[in-house]
């Protein structure tokens, strides 16, 4: 596994979008612990129904679960070149995890990024999705607004806003991030792989940051 980029900031900041444009770029894997979670469950693979046990009783599964649906990702071999991962490391122990198991490859983490946005736009971002009840499709108000205010532009089903967005699930959403994930910034500055991005600037300025970044660190490895 080649270049090792671990995507780190809050609900809202935009790693998605940003790690869509570096899988273009860099050629390798986006892998997301939320979509591997939706797809262990909905195939129902011995992962799935482990943690699927686990959020029955409405408890977080563990992170050695999370850890072996990441490292069973990882493991195949279209994640030789390297791997962008999202959502993953969540804590500490899957930070450290995660740091062994590629010990043992005989590779390490490339670069940390942190794209950085304030409480105020996450939650401005966050609360301005609108989903589509026929088709899907979503929308934002700031950055990809309907053409008809309430209106679906692919089917013209009415768009609603999804329980999840609404300001005091936002900033619970926030608070579990602050809880769990904020320490992976110390644990990754102590190691030198961390590097902040401003996440408030345009999609485009956020991207010329990241690939410098990760150029920057591919260098110096």
Excluded at 26 to 36: E, K, M, R, T, W
Excluded at 53 to 70: H, N
Excluded at 105 to 131: C, H, K, N, W, Y
């Amino acid at each position: 596994m080649g270049t090792v980029i671990v995507l780190l900031g809050p609900p809202g900041s935009g790693k998605g979008t940003q790690a869509k444009r570096l899988v273009e770029e860099l050629g390798i894997p986006h892998v997301s612990s939320g979509d591997l979670f939706r797809h262990h469950l909905s195939e129902g693979t011995e992962l799935g129904k482990r943690a699927k046990s686990y959020m029955e009783k409405g408890e977080l599964v563990p992170d050695d679960v999370t850890v072996d649906m990441v490292i069973d990702r990882i493991s195949r071999p279209d994640c030789e070149e390297g791997v962008i991962l999202d959502g993953f490391p969540r804590t500490l122990t899957q930070a450290e995890a995660l740091d062994e198991e590629l010990e043992e490859r005989g590779q390490s983490i490339t670069i940390a990024p942190l794209i950085q946005v304030s409480d105020d736009e996450v939650m401005r971002r966050l609360t301005a999705r609108r989903v589509c009840e026929d088709c899907g499709a979503v929308y934002n108000l700031i950055f990809n607004p309907p053409e008809e205010e309430g209106v679906c532009d692919v089917c013209g089903g009415d768009l609603y806003q999804r329980e999840d967005d609404n300001p005091e699930t936002v900033r619970h959403r926030l608070y579990t991030y602050y809880k769990e994930t904020s320490p992976l910034i110390g644990y990754y500055f102590a190691r030198d792989l961390l590097v902040r991005i401003d996440g408030e600037q345009t999609v485009e300025e956020v991207h010329q940051d990241l690939q410098e970044a990760i150029k920057a660190a591919k260098e110096q490895g």
